[in-house]
Nanobody, 111 residues
Framework: QVQLVESGGGLVQPGGSLRLSCVVS????????VAWHRQAPGKQRELVAI???????NYADSVKGRFTISRDNAKNKVYLQMNSLIPADTAMYYC?????WGQGTQVTVSS
């Protein structure tokens, strides 16, 4: 059974950085695309970044130049490096792949 588990969220001041991790189990990790989504209170869930099995990446316009998605196939992990965080980045962040969602990790950007 495929499982995705996120970690790395927390409270950070504007301008700060966080690195989120998503560890995947129960599948052949190398062959699939993985994405990060986020959902702020009262808003729809939105795609933040995606990385394909071959390492191609794409980002939402709102995070381009600030966020970087990467994967480590040897560790079955996907990362989201978030720099220059702003209050609008506050949301629950979810990892998605194989039709499954993780439980999410909360990111709060506030002074």
């Amino acid at each position: 059974q495929v499982q995705l588990v996120e970690s790395g969220g927390g409270l950070v001041q504007p301008g700060g950085s966080l690195r989120l991790s998503c560890v995947v189990s129960g599948t052949n990790f190398n062959n699939y695309d993985v994405a990060w989504h986020r959902q702020a209170p009262g808003k729809q869930r939105e795609l933040v970044a995606i990385i394909t099995s071959s390492g191609n990446v794409n980002y939402a316009d709102s995070v381009k130049g600030r966020f970087t998605i990467s994967r480590d196939n040897a560790k079955n992990k996907v990362y989201l490096q978030m720099n220059s965080l702003i209050p609008a980045d506050t949301a629950m962040y979810y990892c998605f792949g194989w039709g499954k969602w993780g439980q999410g990790t909360q990111v709060t950007v506030s002074s």
